[in-house]
């Protein structure tokens, strides 16, 4: 089965320092991934998409992609109170079409 | 404006109650999903459509069925087979092609409840 795992957290960061989220998959022929954010009781809304190995920067994310080592993450400068929300990572199974298989997502805590 | 809406927002059921979970986009996307969240989890996926009439399978399918009959629409049906029903509900489309062919757009949710 595919699997996209990541660390639960919370993961917590004062304000204004560096969040980084990591995410590991499973399926070597993946060739998108994204990071939504979803704030509590509210549904998923779309950060950054990422489909090459190296780095994407918009704004204060930046988004690595390493297919070699299957890994995928999100970092994000200068963490505001308000990007306090669960972070999901997500891969597009070649098995499911276009569907996105997440991870369990991690949770992030920027105290001011 | 284009959007998914879902409906009902809240929704509470009896044990051996079917419901049906409302699905509407007008986005003229192809494709269509529902995924399920319990609580401290990730997304986890029901049923997918990529195409009018046309559907498969996800990950965690027992219990639940859906119909594709129009575009716009892709209802779930939480059947009484469904041993532990209460969660919250994302209604997700994509476009099946191009640049935004793996970009979901969600639906606001709806939450069951299995009384």
């Known amino acids: 089965q595919k699997e996209v795992e990541q660390n639960s957290g919370p993961l917590s960061v004062p304000e204004g320092a560096i969040a980084s989220l990591n995410c590991t998959y499973s399926?070597?022929?993946?060739?998108?991934f994204f990071w939504y954010r979803q704030y509590s009781g509210k549904s998923p809304e779309l950060i950054m998409s990422?489909?090459?190995?190296g780095d994407k920067e918009d704004g204060r994310f930046t988004a690595q992609l390493n297919k070699a080592s299957q890994y995928v993450s999100l970092l994000i400068r200068d963490s505001q109170p308000s990007d306090s929300a669960t972070y999901l990572c997500a891969v597009v199974s070649g098995q499911a079409g276009t569907a996105l298989i997440f991870g369990k997502g991690t949770t992030l805590s920027v105290s001011s | 404006d284009g959007g998914i809406t879902q409906s009902p927002k809240y929704l509470f059921r009896k044990e051996g109650q079917n419901v049906t979970l409302s699905c509407e986009q007008n986005?003229?996307?192809?494709?269509m999903y529902w995924y399920r969240q319990d609580p401290g989890q990730g997304l986890r996926l029901i049923y997918y459509s990529q195409i009018v009439n046309d559907f498969q399978k996800g990950d965690i399918a027992e219990g639940y069925s859906v119909s594709r009959e129009k575009k716009e629409s892709f209802p779930l049906t939480v059947t009484s087979a469904q041993k532990n029903p209460t969660a919250f509900y994302l209604c997700a489309s994509s476009p099946r092609q191009g640049a935004g062919a793996n970009v979901l757009t969600f639906g606001a949710g709806s939450r069951l409840t299995v009384l």
């Open positions: 986005l003229n996307h192809d494709a």
């Open positions: 990422i489909y090459s190995n």
């Open positions: 399926d070597r022929g993946s060739q998108s």
